[in-house]
T-cell receptor, first 115, second 112 residues
């Protein structure tokens, strides 16, 4: 099915472990994003990518790593998970830019708990 | 002051009520204004999109932008239980590299 899919949808891990959240889109959108959503903070941009092999930091990038070797995939890695990274993570894509000039299409989210 | 402020809610209204959701902002350069709707345990989806000032209507939904007051609103007429969701305002300046700034969202519950 066309769209944007995230996996896993739910993940429980322990402090210090490495975790990778996967994101795959079938529209061939140039732009992809990772957001985290926390109560009291709303949606905050972690990293974004304008094309394959082009990534840039967002508002809260510390502790996260991204890569984009293929247009359709944009994995987010927590190299050493901390409790403060407990959150719901959303991947999004856009055909036209970082969001202002075009619609963002969001995945259903990955709910991560770090114990 | 945060760039985008949104009433924290939550908001509970009876079915059929007119709902007004509001955001204020501080960056006068914002030109794109959006409302995203997010159902429980789902990702946000674009509901309304406005460029610069004015009103935009889509069925029961009206988005209003007042740039002189740095204030945007979303009105929902004849609200339905299916409108129960979190509503996030979002805005940005012009340009393909302009990132969206989101409000924190307000959770609306429409009681049957």
């Amino acid at each position: 099915d066309a769209g944007i899919t995230q996996s896993p949808r739910y993940k429980i891990t322990e402090t210090g472990r490495q975790v990778t959240l996967m994101c795959h889109q079938t529209w061939s959108h140039s732009y992809m994003f990772w957001y985290r959503q926390d109560l009291g903070h709303g949606l905050r941009l972690i990293y974004y990518s304008a094309a394959a092999d082009i990534t840039d930091k967002g508002e809260v990038p510390d502790g996260y790593v991204v890569s984009r070797s293929k247009t359709e995939n944009f994995p987010l890695t927590l190299e050493s998970a901390t409790r403060s990274q407990t959150s719901v993570y959303f991947c999004a894509s856009s055909a036209k830019g970082l969001g202002g000039s075009g619609e963002l299409f969001f995945g259903e989210g990955s709910r991560l708990t770090v114990l | 002051q945060k760039e985008v402020e949104q009433d924290p809610g939550p908001l509970s209204v009876p079915e059929g009520a007119i709902v007004s959701l509001n955001c204020t902002y501080s960056n006068s350069a914002f030109q794109y204004f959006m409302w995203y709707r997010q159902y429980s345990r789902k990702g946000p989806e674009l509901l309304m999109y406005t460029y610069s000032s004015g009103n935009k209507e889509d069925g029961r939904f009206t988005a209003q932008v007042d740039k002189s007051s740095k204030y945007i609103s979303l009105f929902i007429r004849d609200s339905q239980p299916s409108d129960s969701a979190t509503y996030l305002c979002a805005m940005s300046v012009t340009g393909a590299n302009s990132k969206l700034t989101f409000g924190k969202g307000i959770t609306l519950s429409v009681r049957p």
